[in-house]
């Protein structure tokens, strides 16, 4: 059967009929489509009824929280020029303090803290390979002043790219460009930037690429880990993040008080979530975790249940959420009782329990803020939590370090866990205490505020005042 042959039959029936079976295969997408958000709407329980509960509960949520006129914004401003000249002349005096000649960066958290550069911004498609790092190195002037000086390792044909980011700088970048074929850690080190010191010792912190810090080992670089004073710039936060971790922390909470205000029995953790979000999105924060536990969901700190428990009388709320406010993190939670919810409770709810771990929460939480002074540890702030937990009779059950700094990242060293003897407290830094009281398969109770370390007095509850009782939250 060689040769020019007619059309096989199956091809030109196929090609005959293509347009009906385009008919069918669309009908039964549909079908199927129709079929599968109806599997999903029953699931989700978006019964008119719920649908509209739901629609009612999330106006009164974000009402409530609008009639507060969301006054905490007023701290917040975006940081302007001076604010990233401040923290390189920070950075700066520290590598003279640490005697260290650069601090070597990609772009990433600690870049956008610097240049306000993220990763994605910079690499737009997938993390690149080619290096791009800016180079911050400790200038004197001739008044005895230490300043940065920053230039950028940047490849040739991308130079025009990095100018056009306008990074906050008063004068035009520095660049070091090298082209595709050099090795551009020869580059670097040749470039003019280091004058007579042979052999530059760099101070890199962890979102730096291993790749790279081998390669400028290899190539003439003394390459050391974040630590002393360097690593503190970023730790003890300037006014203008105050502000910002003030709004942002304050109006996280302010959100959960408003949205408690409309909760009502049967509604899911999930429709919390959403609500809770979109009520903290009409004063411009940007949410980017919330985790919202009922009951004996709430054993499990990170979550990890589906979202689908309804809320039921005597359930304690454990919500832990966080927002964005021109890039700065919140990170707070509440543990409590809807408005409803009778109080004194009903005996039959059988809730003194959970009432007296609420309270031995409370006061170690309370106890924390008592050792949150400087030049303590950040152990000695966990062990002073602990303490009260242990006492309580509850300390397997506070299964997690106490807290952590937070700024533009959620979870930032220092550090408070009762390992860590070698974080010592400075005024500026900023922390979550979160103590917590875990029984699987019964209950959760945490409580989470953000402290300022202050030079002299108590530290200084920045999100909006503490929970006096699971009805006050
Ligand atoms: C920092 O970046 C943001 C968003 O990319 C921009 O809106 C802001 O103006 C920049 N800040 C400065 C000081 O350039
Ligand atoms: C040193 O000189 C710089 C630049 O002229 C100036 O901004 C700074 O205030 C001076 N510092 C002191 C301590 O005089
Ligand atoms: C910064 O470093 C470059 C290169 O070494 C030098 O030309 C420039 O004068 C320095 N700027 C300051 C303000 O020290
Ligand atoms: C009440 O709760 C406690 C623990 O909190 C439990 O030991 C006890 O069995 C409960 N009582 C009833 C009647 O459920
Ligand atoms: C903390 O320690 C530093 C250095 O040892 C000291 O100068 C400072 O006075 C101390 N501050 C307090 C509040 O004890």
């Known amino acids: ?26 009908f039964f997408l549909a079908v199927g489509t129709l079929v599968l958000t109806w599997n999903r709407l029953s699931l989700a329980d978006l019964s008119p009824d719920s649908f509209l509960k739901k629609s009612k509960f999330q106006k009164c949520s974000v009402d409530t929280y609008l009639a507060t006129g969301l006054e905490f914004l007023k701290t917040a401003e975006r940081p302007p020029l001076e604010e990233y000249i401040l923290r390189r002349n920070n950075l700066a005096k520290a590598l003279v303090a640490d005697g260290v000649d650069a601090f070597i960066v990609e772009p990433g958290y600690t870049f956008s803290y610097y240049a306000n550069v993220t990763q994605p911004e910079w690499e737009v498609w997938e993390p690149e390979e080619r290096p791009f790092l800016m180079v911050i190195r400790p200038a004197e002037l001739p008044n005895g002043t230490v300043i940065a000086n920053t230039s950028f390792l940047v490849p040739h044909f991308e130079e025009v790219r990095a100018r056009l980011l306008n990074m906050p700088f008063p004068e035009k970048i520095s ?5 595709e074929h050099w090795n551009y850690y020869t580059t670097l080190w040749e470039s003019p930037i280091w004058g007579e010191t042979l052999s530059p010792t760099l101070m890199v912190d962890e979102e730096i690429r291993d790749f790279i810090v081998r390669g400028l080992e290899s190539n003439g670089f003394t390459v050391v880990g974040l630590s002393g004073e360097v690593e503190a710039v970023r730790q003890v936060k300037t006014d203008r993040e105050i502000g910002i971790l003030r709004a942002v922390n304050t109006g996280t909470v302010e959100a959960i008080r408003a949205m408690r205000k409309c909760l009502y029995y049967g509604v899911t953790e999930n429709e919390v979530v959403e609500v809770l979000d979109n009520t903290m999105r009409a004063a411009g924060m940007d949410p980017f975790f919330d985790i919202v536990e009922f009951g004996k969901q709430a054993a499990l700190p990170h979550g990890g249940h589906d979202g689908q428990a309804k809320l039921e009388p005597g359930d304690f709320i454990l919500i832990d959420v966080g927002s964005h406010l021109y890039g700065y993190s919140s990170d707070v939670c509440r543990t409590f009782y809807p408005l409803s919810f009778p109080n004194p409770p009903p005996p039959e709810y059988n809730v003194t329990e959970k009432l007296a771990v609420w309270q031995v929460v409370l006061d170690a ?7 949150m002074v400087p030049n303590g540890t950040a152990a000695a702030v966990d062990i002073a939590a602990r303490s009260v937990i242990e006492a309580a009779g509850y300390g397997e059950a506070f299964t997690h370090r106490l807290g952590h700094s937070l700024g ?34 019964h209950f959760g109770v945490r409580h989470e505020d953000i402290l300022v370390i202050k030079e002299d007095g108590e530290a200084e509850n920045i999100c909006g005042g503490y929970a006096t009782s699971p009805w006050e939250p």
Request: hydrophobic share 35%; no cysteine; proline share 10%.
């Open 365 to 371: 939480q309370a106890a924390s803020v008592k050792a």
């Open 175 to 179: 660049t070091v460009t090298y082209e």
């Open 408 to 441: 533009i990242k959620a979870h930032e060293s220092p550090y408070l866990n009762k390992g860590n003897f070698g974080a010592i407290l400075r005024p500026g830094m900023v922390f979550t205490s979160e103590p917590g009281v875990y029984v699987l398969n």
């Open 1 to 26: 059967m060689k040769g020019p042959s007619l059309p096989h039959p199956a091809t030109a029936t196929s090609s005959r009929n293509k347009y009906p079976r385009m008919f069918h295969l669309l």
